[in-house]
């Protein structure tokens, strides 16, 4: 098993083959709330997009992994690292299991403790956060599980459509380096 593999899961970058599968994600506006986004990605874009995901996340500044299942090599989702910073030696960290029907199988679990495994280990990062709204229990529960500590509440920073509602800041810092 490789750096970037885990029981049930393997983290890959994107092929060109995943146009298709990362359009429908990216326009997926249930989701985009979470993800900050207000505008649809076109092809043109995403198609760029994969074009540059080879690069070097020291170049880029960010890295894109596909979540695929080892039984079938059927994507459920995508974990990202960005506002990579080598020197402070820190990223954000989010992740997408697109499907409901997916979620709650441990999948993004899975995926969390793989990238952060490849982190810490190899790039070799000293912390990575992620930014949560408050009203996101399930991924509230998984970074917590997964060593992330909350460490700040930015009030009222998020409008969900009904009201604002807050977003905490989530940290982990590498144990090897506490």
């Not at 885990?6 to 429908?24: C, K, Q, V």
């Not at 995901?53 to 500044?61: L, S, V």
């Not at 989702?77 to 989010?94: E, M, Q, S, T, V």
């Not at 990575?128 to 997964?146: M, P, Q, V, W």
Request: charged share 25%; aromatic share 12%.
């Amino acid at each position: 098993m490789n750096i970037l593999e885990n029981r049930t899961i393997a983290l890959r970058s994107p092929e060109p083959e995943d146009l298709d599968l990362m359009y429908l994600w990216e326009n997926n506006s249930s989701i985009w709330r979470i993800s900050g986004t207000l505008v649809p990605f076109s092809k043109y874009i995403l198609k760029q997009y994969l074009e540059n995901a080879g690069k070097d996340i020291f170049e880029t500044k960010q890295l894109r992994l596909i979540i695929q299942l080892n039984a079938n090599s059927r994507p459920v989702g995508a974990i990202d690292l960005f506002d990579f910073d080598p020197i402070h030696r820190r990223a954000g960290i989010g992740i997408l299991i697109a499907e409901q029907s997916d979620r709650r199988k441990g999948y993004a679990r899975e995926a969390l403790e793989t990238l952060m495994n490849y982190c810490f280990s190899v790039l070799p990062l000293h912390q990575l956060y992620c930014n949560i709204a408050s009203g996101n229990s399930d991924s509230i529960k998984l970074f917590t599980t997964a060593g992330f500590t909350a460490v700040g509440e930015k009030k009222e920073w998020l409008f969900n459509g009904k009201g604002f509602e807050s977003e905490w800041l989530f940290q982990c810092i590498c144990p090897a380096t506490k």
